[in-house]
């Protein structure tokens, strides 16, 4: 009998534990005034592709297609600009500490220099939604899709 009561005491302590989920953590991005630049390294999926873009503080972007070898540049327009320094300076990244898989994904490595700081992240297909960074990382996929067709 005693045998059971441990046993059944040890069974709803692993079931406890296995229903827990743990925590984000949450930071600001560095803000956008004067000189900053942001860097995204696009790659996997089942194809393997390899993009980066970086775009700094005057509009000026760079695109690499890291298989063909190819590099374009581009200036955004004043428009395309501000709104991609607004996105940057009102998103706040949420970062799940829970395990994931992810085979096929697209990973997004992304990094952002700005008013001193610096801020680094990684996100896939699975987390990109709860990070906070979709519509940072849509908007940079936008320019990749534009000037890598």
């Known amino acids: 009998m005693k045998k059971i009561i441990v046993h059944s005491v040890l069974f709803i ?31 996997g999926g089942i194809a393997g592709v390899s993009y980066f873009i970086e775009v700094i503080a005057n509009g000026k972007y760079t695109v690499r297609d890291d298989r063909s070898g190819a590099t374009f540049t581009g200036q955004l327009s004043p428009a395309e600009l501000e709104k991609l320094t607004r996105l940057v300076n009102s998103t706040e990244f949420s970062q799940s500490l829970e395990p994931h898989g992810c085979a096929d994904c697209f990973i997004y490595d992304i990094q952002i ?37």
């Open 13 to 43: 302590l692993l079931l406890a534990a296995c229903n827990t989920t743990a925590d984000s953590k949450s930071v600001n991005l560095p803000q956008l005034t004067d000189a900053w630049s942001i860097a995204m390294t696009h790659s």
């Open 113 to 149: 220099t700005g008013k001193g700081e610096n801020f680094s992240a990684q996100v896939d297909d699975i987390t990109i939604e709860k990070s906070g960074l979709e519509p940072l990382v849509g908007a940079l996929r936008n320019i990749i899709e534009r000037e890598a067709q």
